[in-house]
């Protein structure tokens, strides 16, 4: 006798009410689903922001002053790369695009910013010949930065580093500095030829650098000493 196939269950059809109530379920699973995503993120920029935060920190106090010097620096070179290759004046150009006033402006700072004094003292000299070396000097900041993060806090030694993870600097670093100071030495051999003997000049020294010390005496004190010199050589001092 044959027998019909049980019919498969139906699921039962939902009343508005429990429609509207599953709607509301899954509109709230949704939007909870999207606060975990946001709060997912909003962590992990959070963490993002510490490290930066933190590499700052570590970074010396004017090294934002220096980067973008550096920038500014290479992009001027750049710029005058491409008017060499043009065969332009790259100062000339640069010139057409500043007005008057700016000129007079950017002068007039110029002259504020970085006042000729003149000599005053060897310490004001040296103070100065210093600052003009280091601003010739033009660091790679991405090798600083990869060895920064490389090393973490054995970049910057302190009294108990003993010295085994510290920077060492390389062949080219080492040929920069040998170069720059033959240059210093070559330029100083200019100024510091030796001066020709006069025989006729008095002789109140015993050796050459007492010579030079008496000469620097008499240079910053001979006005006011001249009178009383006078009066030992004419044997009147009191």
């Not at 946001?38 to 959070?46: L, P, T, V, W």
């Not at 008095?202 to 620097?216: P, T």
């Amino acid at each position: 006798m044959f027998k019909p196939r049980s019919l498969a269950k139906k699921t039962p059809a939902l009343t508005p009410a429990q429609q509207e109530a599953a709607k509301k379920r899954k509109e709230r699973l949704d939007r909870l689903q999207n606060l975990q995503l946001r709060m997912n993120e909003a962590r992990k920029m959070n963490h993002k922001e510490v490290a930066e935060e933190d590499k700052r920190k570590k970074l010396p106090s004017n090294y934002e002053d220096k980067r973008k010097r550096i920038e500014w620096e290479e992009e001027e070179e750049r710029k005058r790369k491409d008017c060499e290759s043009k065969g332009e004046n790259y100062d000339r150009v640069k010139l057409l695009d500043v007005g008057a006033f700016e000129a007079e402006q950017w002068e007039r700072k110029k002259k504020k910013r970085n006042p000729d004094p003149g000599f005053s003292d060897y310490e004001a000299a040296t103070f100065r010949q210093y600052q003009h070396n280091t601003k010739l000097i033009k660091p790679n900041m991405e090798e600083y930065c990869r060895e920064m993060e490389k090393k973490g806090d054995d970049f910057y030694p302190t009294a108990n580093t003993l010295g085994i993870h510290q920077h060492k600097d390389t062949e080219k670093g080492i040929d920069k500095m040998v170069t720059d100071l033959e240059r210093q030495i070559h330029k100083r051999e200019k100024y510091s030829r030796r001066r020709a003997y006069d025989e006729d000049a008095d002789i109140d020294y015993i050796n050459e650098r007492n010579m030079k010390f008496n000469k620097k005496l008499e240079r910053f004190y001979g006005k006011y000493t001249a009178e009383i010199k006078q009066n030992l050589e004419r044997g009147t001092a009191v």
